[in-house]
């Protein structure tokens, strides 16, 4: 064996504190050979029994005959983030791993990992900046900035500012930043004019967190009213959000008088992905907010679990986290509603289930 080389996108295991945590899905471990081929295949014949744990894909396993012998393994994990508060909605920390009970569909699952650490962030800020936004646009910017300043300074943070138009705030070349002065110009470009594309903005701020190397991602959407200007439906951007492991958090900012607001979306991105909504009585209070949401991400609790259900049917998976601790009273998690399983072509299944 002339060369091994080995690349592993890493979960954190409790009895390896050097270790962290990847979002979703999955241990990435590639193995690159030159020589000793036909070891190699008896191993991926040995490795790939019909009791082997389900692939994310029906490419888990690549034979490359040529000077390079490649090899992929992928092990599936599901990753969960969780927020835990007490029955005065505070914030609760020092918890263990044995304090966490993860149900899918109602079934039981052992946790393999554990994390309750500080970690980066790559966070995108969706700003409403239509035109009923003129009158707060000041308070919206010094939120923000507020959420930056209590925040990781290690995370890494995108702009997206949406009317009928959505645009980047940072430029072409900057697709994060963990500078607050570039961020305090991306958020000061906003105009306040036009309609409200909500559904077209978060979006494309779902496919844009797809570029940040934090293994932890977070949307905070701040806006005065539904949507009346997208070209992507409120079911097209459900999906998207509940196949993405992003946690999302809303601010509704909504004045009686207006037609469009639709507080109910708002609650629904945040259940369905483990973020909460607000629902302030004034801009004034969206610091505050903003401050809170900085602290709910810095404490985290983290866990991943393999399925007991292997099968890879494209199906969703609902999941629950249950928590309890002597001595310290009601508990309650918060995370994401669920997950969407890969699937796999039937062909390629059955072909994998031959002895």
């Not at 909500?198 to 293994?215: P, R, T, V």
Request: aromatic share 8%; with cysteine; proline share 4%.
């Amino acid at each position: 064996m002339k060369e091994i080389v080995a690349s592993q996108t890493y979960l954190k295991r409790e009895t390896d504190p050097s270790s962290t945590m990847h979002s979703l899905i999955g241990i990435h471990v590639v193995l690159e050979f030159k020589y000793l081929v036909i070891c190699l295949i008896i191993f991926v014949v040995t490795i790939f029994q019909p009791d082997t744990a389900w692939s994310q894909d029906s490419n888990s396993s690549q034979v490359d005959f040529s000077s390079d012998f490649t090899l992929r393994v992928k092990t599936n994990l599901v990753i969960l983030n969780a927020t835990v508060v007490d029955h005065h909605n505070a914030l609760v920390a020092g918890l263990d791993k044995a304090d966490f009970h993860v149900y899918e569909d109602h079934v039981l699952q052992p946790i393999k990992y554990f994390s309750h650490e500080d970690l980066p962030v790559a966070v995108g800020l969706v700003i409403d900046n239509s035109g009923s936004m003129g009158s707060k646009r000041a308070d919206v910017i010094a939120a923000a900035l507020s959420f930056a300043r209590s925040s990781n300074p290690e995370d890494q943070m995108f702009v997206i500012n949406f009317n009928e138009h959505i645009s980047y705030g940072l430029p072409a070349n900057i697709p994060f930043t963990d500078r607050k002065d570039q961020l305090q110009l991306a958020l000061a470009a906003i105009k306040t004019i036009g309609e409200t594309a909500l559904y077209d903005a978060i979006a494309l701020a779902i496919d844009h967190l797809k570029q940040g190397k934090c293994d932890k991602k977070v949307l905070i959407v701040i806006s005065d009213g539904g949507d009346n200007a997208s070209k992507h439906s409120l079911a097209q951007v459900m999906e998207m959000a509940k196949k993405s492991d992003a946690i999302m958090y809303a601010i509704g900012i909504f004045d009686e008088q207006d037609g469009d607001q639709n507080p109910g979306v708002l609650k629904r991105f945040a259940r369905e992905t483990g973020g909460e909504a607000f629902f302030p009585e004034s801009s004034k209070e969206i610091a505050s907010i903003c401050e809170g949401i900085a602290r709910d991400i810095r404490n985290l609790y983290t866990l991943a679990y393999v399925p007991t259900i292997s099968k890879l049917d494209g199906g969703y998976r609902s999941v629950e986290v249950r928590v309890s601790s002597h001595g310290r009273g009601r508990l309650s998690a918060r995370t994401r509603a669920g997950y969407f399983v890969p699937s796999i072509p039937p062909a390629i299944e059955k072909n994998a289930g031959r002895p």
